[in-house]
């Protein structure tokens, strides 16, 4: 027991010596797509992780992933995707788009890992996507959180916004957490802009209570 207060004691004037100091908010990246940016207050934080959940394979994040290519386009970037089962189909973007494209192709999840791990260390992409949403739910629960931590040590470090997709909720130091609430069909894919009509929720924001938003 004394050992046990001792401990609490050290750690109190620890507290008063060396206090945490505050951390300004994080700067924004807008995404370059008009009612996402609406949606989650200006875009999305860098040097800071996002998750997005797809609970369904019809949300709409292969859609979405294609409107973020095409807004690197717009603003002359690169962005770096990451794809945890292999499974993103280039013909929904044009050639143009497409020569904005990292694409690195992985078969399991934890090559994906260290994909991340490797880009974010390079810290050259100012937009790092990594896709696990196809990748089976016991493949992605034996990921321990220390590698969600470290990440997140990692891009704390870099100009970088890093968006991970997933199908359930599985990172707890997100600093901002997205759910696709859609249910699409393939006539929804069919018209022009189905990602202008994509519903978003924002789950968790610096502990912000949650808020619903629908583009159209």
């Avoid at 931590?149 to 916004?161: I, S």
Wanted: hydrophobic letters at 45%; aromatic letters at 6%.
């Amino acid at each position: 027991m004394g050992g046990s207060n001792k401990l609490v004691d050290l750690r109190k004037l620890l507290a008063e010596r060396f206090p945490h100091p505050a951390f300004p908010a994080p700067s924004l990246s807008p995404s370059g797509i008009e009612f996402l940016d609406q949606t989650i207050g200006g875009g999305f934080p860098k040097s800071a992780i996002t998750e997005l959940i797809a609970p369904r394979v019809s949300a709409g994040s292969a859609s979405l992933i294609h409107a973020l290519l095409l807004s690197a386009q717009r603003a002359q970037h690169f962005l770096a995707l990451i794809d945890g089962a292999d499974s993103f189909d280039p013909a929904g973007s044009n050639n143009s788009a497409l020569q904005h494209l990292l694409w690195v192709r992985c078969g399991k999840a934890f090559d994906a890992i260290k994909a991340a791990d490797f880009l974010l260390r390079d810290g050259n992409f100012p937009l790092v996507v990594l896709d696990l949403v196809l990748n089976a739910p016991e493949e992605l629960r034996k990921i321990p959180q220390s590698n969600w931590y470290r990440l997140q040590r990692l891009v704390e470090a870099a100009p970088t916004t890093f968006l991970i997709l997933t199908r359930q909720s599985i990172i707890s130091s997100a600093q901002l957490k997205l759910s696709l609430d859609n249910a699409w069909r393939l006539s929804d894919l069919d018209q022009t802009e189905p990602t202008t009509r994509l519903r978003i929720r924002v789950n968790r924001v610096h502990g912000a209570r949650e808020i619903i938003a629908r583009a159209g």
